[in-house]
């Protein structure tokens, strides 16, 4: 089981074992609503969330990951 692999964090492990539900109520409490529900759709469990892209989070969520090339700038 996906919860159980030794390779990943104690962290992650917890969060690979989170449900579909879990994750939309971490992203209200975090003030990210606005993706509940396509993560909802899109995710049916953290595993599948934490393996995602940056890729398929454009496409699927509509989340645009951010990357700092130099000096932290945007």
């Known amino acids: 089981m996906i919860c159980d692999k030794k390779a990943f ?7 690979a074992c989170w ?3 879990q994750i939309v109520n971490w ?3 975090i003030g990210l609503e606005q ?17 995602a892209t940056p890729q398929e989070l454009d496409k699927v969520v509509r989340i645009t990951i951010l990357f700092c090339l130099e000096d932290n700038e945007f």
């Open 19 to 21: 449900t579909s539900e």
């Open 35 to 51: 993706y509940a529900s396509e993560c909802r759709k899109a995710f049916q469990n953290g595993w599948q969330l934490l393996n």
């Open 9 to 15: 964090s104690p962290l992650e492990r917890t969060f």
């Open 27 to 29: 992203l209200y409490g």
